[in-house]
């Protein structure tokens, strides 16, 4: 790659094998703009890495990285935007239920000014179609909420599916450690620092092979953090990072062993 990409995509992967070849398909066949695509696995004998190495001999833009940073989806998340050379940065999943087609318009979002871009399933015009009914209920309650509320911008603060400003997000910084809460964390971020959020609607369709690694009773907790964070006055870079770090100390003593 001869010129610095517009666009790192960050995939999060696990165990996904040849399965993950529909989904590098599309990515390389919708994206437009100069990118680079970062799937990002948590060990060197994930059944991913072998079929993502051989992908990338014919396909320059791909890279497959091994986290460093501790087992899960959002150490996985935080070491792709680590590692992206991109002024932006959008994270999919591995999944395949993310329209790919869509990171061109949340990039060029992200490029006149917004912090955040988000893929909206709940806003007209956008669409969940399968997956768990109480995973949905409650990400739709959420999102539905923050908007009215706490005015975060989308309606859709829990999906992960969102382009960043990459600076925006080496500023703030992500205290993440768990599930996919990152999305809702990075926009309740934006909200407290008055940054721009905007979302477009989106069709998330549940995944049509492999079983979803999104453990619900596991993580709400963690989703519940962010959403408390949303509400409250403005704050600067500095008090966001330090409110960010700020969590119960089993949480802290959690990040020390991951």
Not at 169 to 186: A, W
Request: aromatic content about 8%; proline content about 6%.
């Amino acid at each position: 790659m001869t010129e610095r990409p517009r666009v790192s995509v960050v995939v999060p992967a696990y165990n996904e094998g040849t399965a993950i070849l529909s989904v590098l398909d599309r990515l390389f066949e919708s994206v437009r703009l100069t990118c680079e695509v970062l799937v990002v696995v948590d060990s060197a004998d994930d059944t991913t890495v072998p079929v993502a190495e051989e992908y990338a001999r014919k396909e320059p833009r791909l890279r497959c990285l091994v986290n460093t940073y501790g087992r899960g989806p959002a150490n996985a998340i935080r070491f792709g935007i680590d590692a992206a050379t991109a002024p932006v940065v959008v994270v999919t999943m591995a999944d395949g239920c993310d329209d790919a087609r869509q990171i061109d318009e949340l990039v060029r979002l992200v490029e006149r000014g917004v912090a955040v871009a988000a893929a909206s399933r709940y806003m007209p015009g956008g669409q969940q179609v399968g997956g768990p009914v109480l995973k949905g209920t409650l990400s739709r309650l959420a999102g539905r909420s923050l908007r009215t509320f706490a005015h975060v911008g989308t309606r859709d603060a829990t999906n992960s599916f969102k382009a960043y400003a990459t600076e925006f997000v080496r500023q703030v910084g992500i205290d993440s450690r768990d599930g996919f809460e990152i999305g809702i964390e990075l926009t309740a971020k934006a909200k407290r620092l008055r940054l721009p959020v905007a979302e477009i609607p989106t069709i998330w369709l549940d995944r049509q092979a492999g079983v979803s690694n999104f453990k619900i009773a596991q993580w709400v907790p963690s989703y519940l953090r962010w959403y408390r964070f949303a509400f409250g006055p403005p704050l600067t870079v500095d008090q966001v990072r330090h409110r960010g770090t700020a969590s119960p100390p089993e949480q802290r003593e959690g990040a020390q062993e991951s």
